[in-house]
């Protein structure tokens, strides 16, 4: 079984930065993109950041200036480098991976657990 985790969230400050990070594990032969979503209450789950198995990277023009998404393909991760960090960023924060199990299977979306980010003060 593949299983998507993340890490990193907590409470921060305005103006603070946190790493999210997100580790695949199981039955992986390849993974193409990886990214990262998020929801906030009463909202629906919206981009923030992707990445190609070839680092090309897409991001939320609300966060572009300020996040930045990469990956170590050698090792299964995807990290989300968060900084000046703004009460509208809280949200909980999902790792989303395409994952292939096998060389004969398709591609399949995986999602971790989600990790809460506050930001306040």
């Known amino acids: 079984q593949v299983q998507l985790v993340e890490s990193g969230g907590g409470l921060v400050q305005p103006g603070g930065s946190l790493r999210l990070s997100c580790a695949a594990s199981?039955?992986?032969?390849?993974?193409?993109?990886m990214g990262w979503y998020r929801q906030a209450p009463g909202k629906l789950r919206e981009l923030v950041a992707i990445?190609?198995?070839?680092?090309?990277?897409n991001y939320a023009d609300s966060v572009k200036a300020r996040f930045a998404v990469s990956r170590d393909n050698s090792k299964n991760l995807v990290y989300l480098q968060m900084n000046s960090l703004e009460p509208g960023d809280t949200a909980v924060y999902y790792c989303?991976?395409?994952?292939?199990?096998?060389?004969?299977?398709?591609?399949?979306?995986?999602w971790g657990q989600g990790t809460q980010v506050t930001v306040s003060s």
């Open positions: 990445i190609s198995s070839g680092g090309r990277t």
């Open positions: 199981g039955s992986i032969a390849s993974i193409s993109g």
């Open positions: 989303n991976a395409q994952i292939q199990e096998s060389r004969y299977s398709s591609y399949n979306d995986y």
